[in-house]
């Protein structure tokens, strides 16, 4: 390996340019050596091990500390509650034994120690109890670390600027992300549309994803520079090429800067055909972006983070407080918020879902709402109660069919009652719309238009179900097509099925923030298309370079061409000549 200068292609999940050195978050297990100790060295192993246990509060707290003073109050609940297990008596007292009794090795005796109680944890009836597996084991690792001498990683930790490195980061470690201390960051698997990419872009990290190999390649503190907009990581790059990127960052930096001309101005085409951009939200703290980022309202707030990082479920209180400063936030624009849709790629603690084979496919979203009630309602009681407070629009996630969306409409209107009875103003007129998102949705939007004030084409799953690609798998990104021509035609049928009923059609998946994709969705008609707040001002840029009577003719013709590869070539050479050089730089136009 050495010092030598290494290039490695991966997936460009957010643009930009980091350089800066890597931090390696190591969340492999520690491998457990195993003594017997001599009657002479007990006591000194049972002194190393409380040392272990003392360093590992002492970082705990450190950590509470620092998430204390951030205001994260649930996670400073999560740390707690760790902090307790450390003082409790069960694993302290009984690896102590083990170690006195048994002559185990002290990394031994509390790795036995630890299974015990997972496995006692496991199969307790108490679901909060069995939750606290997962504690058990983060704690457990955190003294076996201290144990054997690898302090273990954690972002919430990181006080430098740095740039991660990892197999694989879970939407609550991006969560813990912000531009003070993460630069950019890499991983070994994952994609475009995978939620760690999601957040990164919404935060304006620049990430490369699906590398497979960086973790071995790269050592903590080695130099890097992460290039977002082309899918590239250089590890350990040589003087001149350090120059060369300083150059490339800056560039980058002032185009981005030019884009803001575009913020105030409207999304409208030369000809003047309009289209609202909204932004596609996690956090009630990216409010500020979308104003600040020129987009007309919310396209789709995603309500999973709210689930997330803690260990009880939300209350009717702390839904309807984050809902109402949402509404309120964007007001008079309207402001869409889906119910929960865990499952899939998004595992929530309190929710407690079960481990399946095929989560894509399992209980998840809508289908897991309509099973525990009692926590969908306590969501659509926080939703109707903010809508008195600005232009609030409610989205159901996963709808499959007519009798699904039918029974969600049903607990809303059960939840209604109950508000009017109780006195609780709401707006009756808060209209309710579907995310069309799996493919029997699809083929029957002309049914389900009937029932539902809009629709949104959630393409990030679409595509998963329609072309039967795992949409966080690696290894078959090369098969996520977006402009496959049985996508185009299913979107295309979607939005004249909604124009049809007199509904309005937006997309909100990924693809319709893709500079590339734009104008053909343009083309196709939307009335919305909703994004990542950063994508607002190029967009826009983008619309305002065309007319619609191009679009349109566009989307007809590329409407008949048979392959993904054909349609982006059509596209390409004829937006290439719309834009000027700085839009197409920004949007990485001629590599990809
Ligand atoms: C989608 O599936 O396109 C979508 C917007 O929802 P999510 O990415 O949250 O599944
Ligand atoms: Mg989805």
Redesign the pocket.
């Known amino acids: 390996m050495g010092g030598r200068e290494t290039v490695i292609e991966g997936i460009g999940a957010s643009p930009g340019i980091a350089i800066g050195r890597a931090y390696l978050i190591d969340r492999s297990r520690v491998a457990v050596p195993q003594r017997q100790m001599a009657r002479g060295d007990i006591s000194r192993e049972v002194a190393r091990f409380r040392r272990a246990v003392d360093r590992s509060k002492a970082q705990l707290q450190r950590v509470r500390r620092q998430t204390a003073r951030g205001g994260a109050k649930e996670l400073v609940h999560i740390l707690d509650t760790n902090l307790m297990l450390l003082e409790d008596a069960f694993l302290g007292d009984e690896t102590i034994r083990l170690i006195r009794q048994e002559g185990m090795n002290a990394e031994w005796a509390l790795a036995t120690v630890l299974q015990r109680f997972e496995r006692a944890l496991a199969t307790a009836r108490d679901s909060y109890l069995r939750e606290r597996k997962a504690d058990v084991r983060y704690i457990g690792e955190r003294v076996l670390r201290n144990l054997v001498g690898h302090a273990q990683a954690s972002i919430a930790e990181i006080r430098d600027q740095v740039i991660i490195v990892a197999h694989d980061l879970a939407p609550s470690d991006t969560a813990l992300m912000h531009r003070g201390n993460v630069l950019g960051f890499v991983t070994d698997i994952g994609s475009q549309?995978s939620?760690t990419a999601?957040m990164a872009r919404a935060l304006e990290i620049p990430a490369v994803v699906g590398l497979e190999r960086v973790t071995r390649e790269v050592r903590s503190g080695d130099l890097l520079i992460v290039d977002g907009t082309e899918g590239k990581l250089l590890i350990r790059p040589r003087k001149p090429t350090v120059a060369e990127y300083l150059e490339k960052k800056e560039r980058y930096e002032i185009l981005t800067r030019e884009l803001l001309k575009y913020i105030p101005l409207p999304a409208e085409t030369k000809d003047g055909f309009r289209v609202r951009l909204a932004a596609?939200v996690e956090l009630p703290a990216e409010i500020s972006s979308v104003i600040e980022h020129g987009a007309e309202g919310i396209g789709?707030y995603?309500t999973?983070y709210l689930y997330m990082n803690r260990r009880t479920l939300p209350t009717e209180e702390e839904h309807f407080e984050v809902y109402r400063q949402i509404v309120e936030g964007v007001a008079p624009h309207p402001a869409t918020i889906?119910t929960m849709?865990i499952g899939?790629d998004?595992f929530l603690s309190p929710v407690g879902v079960a481990k399946e084979i095929n989560p894509a496919l399992g209980l998840r979203a809508i289908r897991f709402c309509l099973r525990e009630v009692g926590i969908f309602k306590a969501q659509l009681r926080g939703l109707l109660r903010a809508s008195v407070h600005g232009n609030l629009r409610i989205m159901f996630?996963m709808i499959s069919g007519v009798s699904e969306l039918r029974q969600a409409r049903a607990i809303l209107e059960e939840v209604k009652g109950e508000l009017l009875r109780e006195g609780h103003p709401f707006d009756k007129h808060t209209r309710v719309g579907i995310?069309i998102?799996i493919p029997s949705a699809a083929v029957i939007a002309d049914i389900l238009a009937r029932e539902v004030d809009f629709f949104s084409?959630?393409?990030?799953?679409?595509i998963q179900y329609a072309l039967a690609i795992d949409r966080v798998n690696e290894h078959v990104h090369y098969l996520y097509e977006p402009l496959h021509p049985a996508i185009l035609r299913i979107i295309r049928q979607v939005v004249e099925a909604g124009r049809r009923a007199g509904i309005e059609v937006a997309m909100?998946?990924?693809m319709a923030g893709d500079p590339l994709y734009l104008p053909v969705l343009l083309g196709l008609g939307f009335d919305e298309l909703s994004m990542n707040a950063v994508s607002v001002p190029v967009v826009k840029g983008i619309i305002r370079s065309m007319t619609y009577r191009e679009a349109r003719t566009l989307a007809e013709e590329i409407l008949g061409l048979p392959t993904a590869a054909e349609i982006e070539a059509a596209v390409r050479e004829r937006v290439s000549r719309l834009l000027t050089p700085g839009l197409q730089h920004l949007i990485g136009w001629k590599k990809r």
């Open positions: 549309t939620h999601i596609n789709l995603r999973e889906r849709d899939g998004k996630p995310m998102e084409i959630g393409t990030n799953d679409l909100c998946g990924e």
